[in-house]
C-alpha cells in the first residue's frame, strides 16, 4: 500500500491528499446528514463524535502522504511544525486580534445598513479563554492537512494569493455536509440552505488568504494557523451566542454578509500591503515538497 500511494502522491499530489481528505470525511459527515434529515440531532455526543472524527480527514491524509513519501523522519518533520513557537511577534498579536475585529467591523455595518440594534452581553475580555478552547476540534483535526500540506503543495505551483484562494474554495466545499447537521456553527438557521453555502463559500476564499498569509510570515508554523482556526472559530461563537436581545434568524443572516464584505476589504488591503507573489517579506521555501 505505501508503494501504491508513494507513486500517486509524487504524481498527482493534490488530487491523492484531496482524494483521501473528503473520502475520510464525508463518509462520516454524509451518512450522518441524511440520517439527521435536516432535523435536531437527539444525540448530540454521538453526533459531534462523528462531526469531529470526520474532521480529521485533512490532517490523517497528509500524515498518511507525508509517510508514504518520507516515512517516519517525513512525519516528525510535519508534526514538529505543530510546537513552532518561535515566529514573528506580531503573528500572535494578528491571530488574536484580526479575526475579533473583522467581527466588530461587520456588527457595525450591520447595525449601519441593516438597522440592527444589538448589545454583545459576553465581555471581550474573555475572548483569550474562548480561544483556548475552541483549539480542539477543528483547528487541530484540519490544519495539518489544509496548511500543513496543501498550502506548501500549491505554492510550488502559483502564488500565495492564488494558493489561498484554491484552499479557500476547496476547504468551504469540504465543508458542505455539515451545513446538513443541524446544531452545529455551520448550520446555525439555515440548515440544508443552498445560500448559506454560497456565503460561507464567499467567507472562506478571503480568509483562506489570511491564513496562507500567516503561514508564510510565520515560516511554516501549524500552531499559528492552528491558534488562528481557533481565533476564527471563537470569535464567531462570541458574537452569535453573546448578543442581546438574540439574533433572529434573518439578523443572523445580514450579519454574517456583513462579515463577508469587511472580510473581504481587510484581506484585500493584506494583499496589496504584502503583495500577491508571497504574501511576506520574504520567500519561504517549504520542506514539503512531493517526492522527497
Same mark, same amino acid.
Given at each position: 500500500?505505501?508503494?501504491?500511494?508513494?507513486?500517486?502522491?509524487?504524481?498527482?499530489?493534490?488530487?491523492?491528499?484531496?482524494?483521501?481528505?473528503?473520502?475520510?470525511?464525508?463518509?462520516?459527515?454524509?451518512?450522518?446528514?441524511?440520517?439527521? !434529515?435536516?432535523?435536531?440531532?437527539?444525540?448530540?455526543?454521538?453526533?459531534?463524535?462523528?462531526?469531529?472524527?470526520?474532521?480529521?480527514?485533512?490532517?490523517?491524509?497528509?500524515?498518511?502522504? @507525508?509517510?508514504?513519501?518520507?516515512?517516519?523522519?517525513?512525519?516528525?518533520?510535519?508534526?514538529?511544525?505543530?510546537?513552532?513557537?518561535?515566529?514573528?511577534?506580531?503573528?500572535?498579536?494578528?491571530?488574536?486580534?484580526?479575526?475579533?475585529?473583522?467581527?466588530?467591523?461587520? #456588527?457595525?455595518?450591520?447595525?449601519?445598513?441593516?438597522?440592527?440594534?444589538?448589545?454583545?452581553?459576553?465581555?471581550?475580555?474573555?475572548?483569550?479563554?474562548?480561544?483556548?478552547?475552541?483549539?480542539?476540534?477543528?483547528?487541530?483535526?484540519?490544519? +495539518? +492537512?489544509?496548511? +500543513?500540506?496543501? @498550502?506548501?503543495?500549491?505554492?510550488?505551483?502559483?502564488?500565495?494569493?492564488?494558493?489561498? =484562494?484554491? @484552499?479557500?474554495?476547496?476547504?468551504?466545499?469540504?465543508?458542505?455536509?455539515?451545513?446538513?447537521?443541524?446544531?452545529?456553527?455551520? *448550520?446555525?438557521?439555515?440548515?440544508?440552505?443552498?445560500?448559506?453555502?454560497?456565503?460561507?463559500?464567499?467567507?472562506?476564499?478571503?480568509?483562506?488568504?489570511?491564513? @496562507?498569509?500567516?503561514?508564510?510570515?510565520?515560516?511554516?508554523?501549524?500552531?499559528?494557523? =492552528?491558534?488562528?482556526?481557533?481565533?476564527?472559530?471563537?470569535?464567531?461563537?462570541?458574537?452569535?451566542?453573546?448578543?442581546?436581545?438574540?439574533?433572529?434568524?434573518?439578523?443572523?443572516?445580514?450579519?454574517?454578509?456583513?462579515?463577508?464584505?469587511? #472580510?473581504?476589504?481587510?484581506?484585500?488591503?493584506?494583499?496589496?500591503?504584502? !503583495?500577491?507573489?508571497?504574501?511576506? *517579506?520574504?520567500?519561504?521555501?517549504?520542506?514539503?515538497?512531493?517526492?522527497?
Amino acid at each position: 500500500m505505501r508503494t501504491l500511494l508513494q507513486r500517486l502522491s509524487i504524481q498527482y499530489p493534490v488530487a491523492t491528499f484531496l482524494t483521501l481528505t473528503f473520502l475520510w470525511t464525508w463518509l462520516w459527515w454524509v451518512p450522518l446528514a441524511i440520517s439527521l !434529515k435536516g432535523e435536531m440531532t437527539t444525540n448530540v455526543p454521538l453526533t459531534l463524535s462523528v462531526v469531529i472524527i470526520g474532521a480529521f480527514g485533512p490532517t490523517l491524509s497528509a500524515l498518511l502522504i @507525508v509517510w508514504a513519501q518520507r516515512g517516519a523522519s517525513g512525519v516528525k518533520d510535519l508534526l514538529k511544525r505543530v510546537v513552532r513557537w518561535r515566529v514573528t511577534w506580531w503573528c500572535y498579536l494578528a491571530l488574536l486580534i484580526l479575526p475579533p475585529f473583522l467581527w466588530i467591523v461587520a #456588527t457595525l455595518l450591520a447595525r449601519v445598513v441593516f438597522s440592527i440594534d444589538t448589545q454583545l452581553a459576553i465581555p471581550w475580555y474573555l475572548f483569550p479563554l474562548a480561544l483556548l478552547s475552541s483549539v480542539v476540534g477543528g483547528p487541530i483535526a484540519e490544519e +495539518g +492537512g489544509w496548511r +500543513g500540506y496543501l @498550502v506548501p503543495v500549491l505554492q510550488q505551483k502559483t502564488t500565495a494569493f492564488v494558493t489561498g =484562494i484554491v @484552499v479557500g474554495i476547496i476547504w468551504a466545499v469540504w465543508h458542505f455536509p455539515a451545513f446538513y447537521v443541524q446544531g452545529i456553527a455551520l *448550520a446555525i438557521a439555515e440548515t440544508g440552505q443552498p445560500i448559506a453555502m454560497v456565503r460561507y463559500l464567499l467567507e472562506t476564499i478571503p480568509i483562506g488568504v489570511l491564513f @496562507v498569509w500567516l503561514f508564510n510570515n510565520s515560516r511554516g508554523s501549524l500552531l499559528i494557523t =492552528i491558534l488562528f482556526h481557533a481565533s476564527l472559530n471563537a470569535s464567531g461563537g462570541f458574537v452569535f451566542a453573546g448578543q442581546v436581545p438574540a439574533l433572529l434568524p434573518f439578523q443572523i443572516q445580514q450579519l454574517t454578509w456583513a462579515h463577508v464584505i469587511v #472580510t473581504w476589504a481587510v484581506t484585500m488591503l493584506i494583499v496589496w500591503y504584502w !503583495k500577491p507573489e508571497h504574501l511576506a *517579506a520574504s520567500k519561504w521555501v517549504s520542506d514539503v515538497k512531493p517526492g522527497t
